[in-house]
C-alpha cells in the first residue's frame, strides 16, 4: 500500500489550491508544504511580484482576487498608480497586474515546484508556463465550519456573516473568469474536489499527495 508520505514514489509537480472562502484552503496549502517540504504562495505572490516589477503594494492587494469591474467602482483604482514610483495609471492595470504575477509564476516552477493558492496560477501554469501541476478545488459544506474560520481566523465581525463570505466567493469567481473565461466552482475545471467538512484540512492535503503518488 502506498504512503502518503512517500518522497520516492512523488512526481515533482506543481499544485494549486482554489478554494472557497472560509474553507480552510490556505491550511491546506500549509499542511502541504510541511508534509512535502515545497514552499507555498499565496498573498505573498503579490508582494514579491510587486518588488520584483516595481509595482504599487497597496494598489496590489486592494486587487488581490476580486471582482475587476466592481473594483473599479468600488475603489476607484484609476486614481491611484499601478507603479511604485507614481507613473501614470490606466485602464491596463488588471492586465499589468496578471502580467507580473504570471511572469514571477513562471521564474519560479521553472527553478522547481510549488504550491499556489489561486489568483489564477494554474491557468498561468496551464497556458503560459506549460509544467505540470495537480489542481484542487477545497470547499466546506457545513456553512457553520467557514463562519467559524472566518471569525477566528481571519478575525472577522460582522453580524451579516453569511453575507461577507458570499461576497468574497463572488469577488474570487468574478476574478477567476475575468481571465480564464472559465467557472471558478465548476468540477470540470480540477483534479480534485476536497470538502474540508468532511474530510478535514490534513485529510484534504493527504488526498493531494495521494494523487500525486498516482500521477
Given at each position: ?139 466546506a459544506s457545513d456553512m457553520a465550519d467557514r463562519i467559524e474560520r472566518a471569525k477566528t481566523v481571519d478575525g472577522v ?59
Open positions: 500500500m502506498k504512503s502518503f508520505d512517500s518522497a520516492a514514489e512523488r512526481k515533482p509537480v506543481s499544485v494549486v489550491i482554489d478554494r472557497e472562502y472560509g474553507s480552510g484552503g490556505r491550511e491546506v496549502a500549509r499542511i502541504l508544504s510541511e508534509k512535502l517540504n515545497m514552499e507555498f504562495y499565496d498573498g505573498n505572490l503579490l508582494v514579491m511580484a510587486g518588488m520584483e516589477y516595481g509595482l504599487n503594494i497597496a494598489v496590489l492587494q486592494d486587487y488581490d482576487e476580486k471582482g475587476v469591474g466592481s473594483l473599479f467602482k468600488d475603489m476607484g483604482i484609476l486614481s491611484r498608480s499601478i507603479y511604485a514610483d507614481g507613473g501614470g495609471a490606466t485602464e491596463d492595470e488588471p492586465y499589468q497586474v496578471y502580467s507580473a504575477i504570471s511572469r514571477l509564476v513562471q521564474q519560479m516552477v521553472a527553478v522547481k515546484p510549488r504550491i499556489f493558492l489561486g489568483r489564477c496560477t494554474a491557468h498561468i501554469l496551464a497556458t503560459e508556463a506549460h509544467v505540470p501541476f495537480i489542481h484542487a478545488f477545497v470547499y465581525e460582522t453580524d451579516r456573516i453569511e453575507a461577507y463570505i458570499r461576497k468574497k466567493d463572488n469577488q474570487r469567481k468574478n476574478f477567476y473568469r475575468f481571465f480564464t473565461d472559465k467557472a471558478w466552482d465548476d468540477p470540470k475545471n480540477y483534479d480534485l474536489m476536497l470538502n474540508t467538512s468532511r474530510l478535514g484540512y490534513e485529510g484534504a492535503a493527504n488526498a493531494i499527495i495521494g494523487l500525486m503518488n498516482l500521477a
